[in-house]
């Protein structure tokens, strides 16, 4: 078959240059994105940050060249059909609603600022770092929930940006460093529990004295970015009784993310030992 009778072939009434040029163009597209990705992976077993970015920009701009691309290809042909796209672009918008909705939500998150690629955040309850983003959906590399522990699961999380319209997005991008990390002792009543205190603050004094500089400048950071006076690099004991008439010591203190959970444990371990001499 020659290309003058493709051409003219009765394709229900659509012209067929305009869709023989609409594949080629979404196939030429999708290849060279997909060759790109494959480039920049072989480079390297991991991939950076910096990288995720720009995976995240040509991923934008492969969606934008198509979206042009296919509004240049079908526009003379759309002119004649003018009166008739009223209903049909109402009846598109009614089916294609949840898709209007993550578009939407896509520009609300630009616009906003919200989430970038690198951050750590928290969406409709699902936490992780931002590791690509288009115009449709987000995806996060998760992290453990339970908000005590800061490793990855191991699983990507695709969200839908229509969830930018009704969800509240918590960024915490510091905790990618440094964070406030909590945990509590709960003992007798007639134990010493300043003897507690102190042991539980020379442990968490030991672990920290070879990060304690980058500490205090990560926490000036946060305090000049988020404009407030935080609480500091110092750990901090508050007391308390419970309704067993036991005594509940909540510790607070600023420690490296990756060694918060050993951190704490070699605090319990110390306090746990004082505790049973």
């Given at each position: 078959m020659?290309?003058?009778?493709?051409?003219?072939?009765?394709?229900?009434?659509?012209?067929?240059?305009?869709?023989?040029?609409?594949?080629?163009?979404?196939?030429?597209?999708?290849?060279?994105?997909?060759?790109?990705?494959?480039?920049?992976r072989r480079r390297q077993q991991f991939i950076s940050?910096?990288?995720?970015?720009?995976?995240a920009k040509v991923k934008n701009a492969a969606f934008l060249i198509?979206?042009?691309?296919?509004?240049?290809?079908?526009?003379?042909?759309?002119?004649?059909?003018?009166?008739?796209l009223t209903a049909f672009t109402v009846a598109i918008i009614i089916a294609t609603k949840e898709l209007?909705?993550?578009?939407?939500?896509?520009?609300?998150?630009?616009?906003?600022?919200?989430?970038?690629?690198?951050?750590?955040?928290e969406i409709d309850k699902i936490r992780g770092q931002v590791v690509a983003m288009d115009l449709l959906s987000t995806t996060l590399q998760e992290i453990h929930s339970d908000g005590r522990s800061y490793e990855f699961t191991g699983r990507l999380v695709t969200i839908p940006n229509a969830v930018f319209l009704s969800q509240a997005v918590r960024n915490e991008t510091f905790y990618g460093k440094y964070v406030y990390h909590k945990f509590s002792l709960i003992f007798d009543a007639g134990k010493d529990f300043a003897a507690v205190e102190t042991v539980v603050l020379d442990s968490l004094s030991r672990d920290m004295a070879p990060h304690l500089d980058k500490a205090r400048r990560a926490n000036e950071t946060i305090e000049r970015k988020a404009g407030l006076d935080l609480q500091g690099v110092d750990p901090v004991?508050?007391?308390e009784t419970t309704g067993e008439a036991k005594v509940r010591m909540n510790?607070?203190?600023f420690l490296p993310t990756r060694e918060a959970i050993?951190?704490?444990?070699?605090?319990?371990?110390?306090?746990?030992?004082?505790?049973?001499?």
């Open positions: 020659t290309w003058g009778r493709f051409f003219a072939l009765d394709w229900g009434g659509l012209p067929a240059v305009e869709i023989v040029l609409s594949l080629a163009l979404v196939l030429a597209v999708m290849i060279g994105r997909t060759l790109f990705e494959r480039y920049l940050e910096k990288q995720w970015r720009v995976l198509i979206v042009v691309g296919l509004v240049a290809i079908w526009a003379p042909s759309l002119k004649t059909l003018a009166l008739s209007i909705m993550c578009l939407s939500g896509g520009v609300v998150r630009l616009v906003s600022n919200s989430a970038r690629v690198g951050d750590w955040v004991i508050v007391f510790v607070t203190a050993r951190f704490e444990q070699n605090a319990v371990r110390a306090a746990l030992a004082l505790l049973a001499a």
